[in-house]
């Protein structure tokens, strides 16, 4: 009886489909769904022109809507730029990339990205609003190249291919790290006749010169290493007691040209050999430079160093500072290092000992730019030539546009951007010579114009007059102290040249 009813109820032919149907449901709809997960590429994307390549999380790639990169203090001025971009009419602009690392993991370097767009966004909205109407007007658009630069490639890749409509990309500036990926970068950029101006880079061998051309298209607003060494005081020091501290590694473009400036400046005058240490390849990295750093610091009581000159990056900076305010004779002799414009980066550093620096310590570095190196108030002794405090306050009235707060001027990265900007918006509307917009390769060969009374840029940071390879001649070097309160002193202008260009800022032909 019972094996009729398992016959009858649950082996009829109506049954078995029911049954077939479930099974079809149960099995087949998670296979369907798993097939189409497996032959359907994975969605990378983080916004438009934006992605995470393969085995990164990083979203890169060149955006001008407004996306922050998934970096939350970049918000406000992202959405700054994607609302000015959003006004420009189609046909009426050219694009200018601001080339950074803005998903960098180094605390020091976020806020030089950050401080770096302020400055870029002011000038833009200074031209697209406060400039009489002149065009073509300004679209900024920002390409990451992931932290440490290590994507440069495919950001690189994507600029080249947006020199037509309806980008029209004219410029890359921001270029603002002095590394090989950079080095790499600015190459095939300027190689594919796209001009770059580079913030914040000064080492000397990412430039041009009468022997090479490797760059042809580049300028740089700020001045090279070697400018920096000779508008520092190294005058003035005793070279007999004076120590050189340098980093080894041999693949950092700052560090090598920082350490030759300064050993070409002392001439081997120094009675002992550089004290050397090894940076980490990562070098925001803490790595254990401090170990070594502790024993360099014995050395300069044992040598009795009055003056040490730091060829080295930030991170390791602020390592050997800590440890200099430690030495065993701070009680009786008193030291002073002077370094390169990474010291800027310490102002805002939470790890600095700033008790190091009461420890009759002075830190001075040559700085790209300070807010009071053209303020009247600030500096009793303002140069005739060379900037003005009326370009300053072009700049004051230009970046309260930038936030709701006040925007930190005190390490001079929005004011160097700020001028980078200005300094490409020139090139770009005189190459243009009354056609909507020029030939990308045009807007690199007004690089060597770019200087006398008429044609040099008044920057905020200084005049900016750049000679046959687009380099800035005898550009205004702020000379700034590090204070135990944090706070980046500005002590005083100097000049590579020794004293104030002349009116025209014309480079004299070398003899």
């Known amino acids: 009886m019972a094996s009729r009813l398992r016959n009858r109820y649950l082996f009829t032919t109506r049954q078995k489909l029911l049954a077939a149907l479930v099974a079809l449901v149960l099995v087949g709809v998670p296979l369907g769904w798993g097939i189409k997960k497996w032959t359907t590429p994975e969605d990378r994307s983080c916004a438009p022109g934006v992605e995470r390549p393969q085995g990164s999380d990083e979203c890169v790639g060149v955006n001008g809507s407004g ?50 767009l302020q400055g870029s966004y002011a000038r833009q909205y200074w031209e697209n609003n406060k400039a009489n109407g002149r065009t073509p007007k300004i679209r900024l658009v920002l390409a990451n190249t992931g932290n440490e630069n290590v994507h440069w490639e495919h950001v690189v890749q994507q600029l080249k291919g947006m020199t037509g409509a309806p980008d029209r990309l004219r410029a890359v500036s921001g270029v603002a790290t002095s590394s090989p990926e950079i080095r790499s970068s600015v190459a095939a ?73 300064f050993a070409t400046a002392l001439k081997g005058r120094t009675p002992y050999e550089p004290a050397v240490f090894t940076s980490p390849p990562d070098s925001t990295a803490e790595g254990t ?73 002075t830190v001075r570095y040559a700085a790209l730019a300070h807010p009071d190196a053209w303020r009247a108030a600030t ?10 405090e009326a370009d300053y306050d072009t700049f004051l009235e230009a970046v309260s546009h930038a936030s709701k707060k006040p925007v930190p001027l005190g390490d001079g990265q929005a004011i160097i951007a700020y001028d980078a900007m200005a300094t490409a918006v ?73 004293k104030a260009p002349t009116p025209n800022c014309l480079k004299p032909n070398p003899k």
């Open 67 to 116: 996306f922050a990169f998934g970096v939350p203090e970049l918000a406000e001025i992202t959405g700054l730029i994607g609302h000015e971009n959003g006004v420009l009419k189609q046909g009426g602009y050219v694009t200018v990339a601001i080339l950074l690392p803005f998903t960098s993991t180094d605390p020091g370097m976020r806020a030089k990205v950050l401080h770096e």
């Open 289 to 361: 430079t401090s170990n070594i750093f502790n024993k360099i610091a014995s050395r300069v009581c044992e040598t009795q160093s009055e003056t040490v000159l730091f060829a080295g990056r930030h991170t390791q900076l602020r390592q050997f500072i800590n440890e200099l305010g430690g030495r065993g004779c701070a009680a009786r002799s008193s030291v002073t290092v002077l370094t390169g414009d990474e010291g800027s980066y310490l102002g805002s550093d939470p790890k600095l000992d700033r008790k190091a620096l009461t420890a009759r310590l």
């Open 426 to 498: 020139h090139a770009i509307r005189e190459a243009a010579q009354g056609k909507p917009y020029p030939e990308p390769s045009d807007v690199g060969q007004q690089w060597p114009q770019v200087t006398g009374e008429l044609q040099r840029v008044n920057g905020a940071s200084g005049w900016i007059c750049l000679d046959n390879y687009g380099n800035p001649f005898n550009k205004a070097v702020p000379i700034v102290s590090l204070t135990p309160e944090g706070t980046q002193r500005f002590e005083s202008i100097a000049w590579p040249e020794g």
């Open 189 to 261: 950029l300027t190689k594919a006749k796209i001009a770059v101006v580079g913030t914040t880079i000064t080492a000397d061998d990412i430039a041009n010169g009468p022997d090479h051309n490797d760059f042809p298209g580049l300028a740089r607003v700020s001045p090279t290493n070697k400018d920096e060494a000779r508008a520092l005081p190294l005058g003035k020091v005793d070279a007999g007691r004076t120590l050189i501290v340098q980093d080894t590694r041999t693949d950092d473009h700052y560090t090598n040209t920082l350490k030759a400036a």
């Open 379 to 388: 500096n009793p002794k303002l140069p005739k030539t060379g900037g003005s």
